[in-house]
Every structure is written in C-alpha cells, then in structure tokens.
C-alpha cells in the first residue's frame, strides 16, 4: 500500500524535528560546561576519562608538540643541578633538563635522556654561564583542576606561611597563514598560584588584588599596604613576590 504524500512529509518532517532535537539536546549539554570555564585551566575531563579542550571541546593532547612553538624543555640547554628525592636521597650532576610539557625531569647517561626510576621531590637548576640559581621546581602540592600531587610548580617565593608559585602551562591557538590550512600552535604561559602551608591549601591567582586576597585568605588586607593607595592598580610579578615575603616575615 502506498503512503500519500502527505503522511510522507508528516514522517519526514517527525523524524528530522527528533534528529534536530537530539543535536540541540547534545551541543545544549556540551555548552553548558563550555560557558563556564575554569579560568585556571584550558581543558576538562569527560566522562569517558579523556580530557577535552574547554572551549573546543575537542580532546586534548597534553603530550602533543607538533607545531609547537619554541621548546618543550623548560631551558634548551642541559643544566647543571640537583635532584632530591622522595626516600631522602641527592643526586647532584651537570646534565638535567625538564620537559614541562610532559611533566618530566631528564637526566644525560650515555647521550640518552634517561628518566629517573626513583620519585622525584624538587630538582634546582643552575644556570651554567654565572653558575647561581635558574629555577627550583618542586611538586606534592594539593591537587587543583588538571594538576596532580606529581605536577612540578616552580617556587618563586618560600616561607613558613605561603609558597607563591609557577606552573607553565600549554597554551593552543589556531594560526593561519594564507594559502594555508589552519594549523594548530603551542606555546609556554604562567599561571600563579599560592600555597597556603597552614591549611595545606593550593589557590589559583591572577595578577588582580581582588583575587590575590581570595588566595591567601586572612591575610588579605596587606595587599592594599603593597600597594599603597592604588587597591584597585594590578601588582607586578616583584610587587606579588613582596607581598608572600612579608608575610612570611609576619
């Protein structure tokens, strides 16, 4: 039997408005997450356990340096150093270099880059030509977003009350060259974050005195003394290292 043409169209029409719908439904659930991120940080885990980009959606590659921009390796050269380990062992040596986009600490044996069997707590690097200090990197902080207790920040500032922090992180965007296709480019950016010792507590930080003061908490009315009487003015990088060794001093 033949269905008339217009029981044909009222199919047609049921089963597209069903298609349409599951679309909407999917990219409604996507961009839910999507319109809220986490300035902190440029990607989130999905249920299937792989991380995907924040505003793409698309999975995300940690690992990935193709088209990368500069070096994956924390300073080119191989540094002279130290390495402390978790079982209370020092290994001193000329011939380390980290890898922050893998999170890895190398060391040279034989030509090779080799990765060190026993966990390792903080490294210092030095820098070869004046022979003082390029970099002290350590992890076991709390973890927060995509970082874990394994994640190396390096100590920018230290004492018995906040540690201030680096962590370099992967930054993506898309470049076009014309006559091109679109490519994809990484590059290295710093995030801040503050330790709080005390209540064993990590916190993102921005630049802003608004957020520095969410960060360290019951200290925050010593922002506005760094900054005289600017509240509102953004601090220098020197400006927030000032600010966690006062405190520190207190």
């Not at 409604?28 to 940080?41: E, R, V």
């Not at 002279?80 to 079982?87: A, D, M």
Request: with cysteine; aromatic share 14%; proline share 4%.
């Amino acid at each position: 039997m033949k269905i008339p043409f217009n029981q044909k169209a009222g199919i047609l029409a049921f089963l597209l408005s069903f298609v349409c719908l599951n679309n909407g439904y999917s990219q409604y659930a996507l961009n839910t997450h999507l319109n809220t991120p986490d300035p902190a940080q440029s990607s989130f885990y999905s249920p299937d356990g792989k991380p995907h980009d924040n505003f793409t959606g698309m999975v995300t590659n940690f690992n990935d340096v193709a088209n990368m921009k500069g070096s994956p390796f924390f300073m080119a050269e191989w540094l002279k150093g130290v390495v402390y380990f978790k079982n209370g062992k020092q290994y001193n040596t000329g011939d380390l270099q980290f890898d922050w986009v893998k999170n890895e600490l190398h060391f040279r044996h034989n030509g090779k880059a080799c990765i060190f069997v026993d966990s390792v707590d903080e490294f210092i690097l030095f820098d070869t030509g004046a022979n003082r200090l390029a970099a002290d990197l350590r992890n076991g902080y709390p973890a927060i977003g995509l970082q874990s207790k394994t994640s190396f920040y390096q100590v920018v500032a230290s004492g018995a009350k906040f540690h201030l922090l680096k962590y370099w992180a992967k930054v993506e965007r898309e470049i076009y060259n014309y006559g091109d296709a679109y490519a994809k480019e990484y590059s290295k950016s710093a995030n801040w974050y503050i330790y709080d010792v005390k209540n064993n507590r990590l916190r993102y930080s921005t630049l802003k005195p608004a957020s520095v003061k969410k960060a360290i908490g019951d200290f925050g009315n010593n922002v506005n003394n760094v900054l005289g009487q600017k509240p509102n003015q953004r601090l220098s990088e020197d400006s927030l290292i000032t600010l966690i060794n006062n405190l520190n001093s207190l």
